[in-house]
């Protein structure tokens, strides 16, 4: 249903490039008020006071990103239990037996996994907002490929969704070093807790809404919904 799918919003990408964009509006105020600086770079925390990053001193943009980064949590998990409910139909039609439908299943995981390590690396090289960024992007467009990988081969369908589970592993460790450079020591069980909550609003989000889609305009339809 194409006039179904035009309504969606890419969320993901929203999300991560209004995150990119708040951080830049905020480096912006540093240059004109610190004649020293010569880049725009991602505030880092003084070691000889851990309490008090950079950002500390924009307490509505601070928590403004702290938003942003949850719901693009939400969508993040939406994302990734999405499989759980439109393994049902797809089994049906593709007549998987039960030991493709667990590779399938795990598929997703062996990215997650793989990409957890690198992910902090890169998050301590690059950013946090940069590399959430860049996962939103991954992760969104494995997603909606997934119905047609899934017409391709089965092959082709786990390969997508190991990439997908690429891309969401950089999600926590993207989020840790957000925490990290912009919120003091004080606030940062809060940003934690909201991030959290973002991540579990998700699973309750996606396993409402993705029966509702497939009922009304089939199975495909949960992958573009939730990719776009």
């Not at 940062?188 to 609003?201: C, E, L, M, N, Y």
Request: charge should be positive; aromatic fraction near 10%; charged fraction near 10%.
């Amino acid at each position: 249903d194409r006039s179904h799918h035009g309504h969606h919003v890419a969320m993901p990408c929203f999300v991560a490039g209004a995150t990119l964009l708040l951080s830049r509006r905020r480096s912006h105020r540093c240059l004109r008020s610190e004649a020293n600086d010569a880049q725009i770079k991602e505030p880092q925390l003084d070691p000889s006071n851990a309490s008090a990053p950079a950002s500390s001193e924009y307490p509505e943009e601070r928590w403004l990103m702290i938003y942003l980064v949850s719901a693009a949590y939400v969508v993040w998990t939406m994302c990734k239990v999405n499989m759980s409910v439109a393994i049902l139909p797809m089994t049906q039609q593709y007549g998987w037996n039960p030991a493709q439908v667990g590779q399938i299943q795990s598929a997703l995981f062996w990215g997650y996994a793989a990409s957890q390590i690198p992910g902090g690396f890169l998050a301590t090289q690059y950013g946090g907002k940069r590399v959430l960024l860049g996962a939103a992007f991954a992760w969104s467009a494995m997603t909606a490929l997934a119905p047609l990988a899934a017409a391709s081969s089965t092959d082709a369908l786990l390969l997508s969704r190991v990439l997908v589970g690429l891309g969401e592993g950089l999600a926590p460790p993207a989020g840790a070093r957000i925490i990290a450079t912009w919120v003091p020591e004080a606030e940062r069980s809060r940003a934690v807790a909201i991030f959290g909550s973002g991540s579990k609003t998700g699973n309750i989000v996606a396993l409402l809404v993705a029966p509702q889609i497939i009922t009304a305009y089939g199975w495909p339809a949960v992958f573009y919904s939730f990719g776009l």
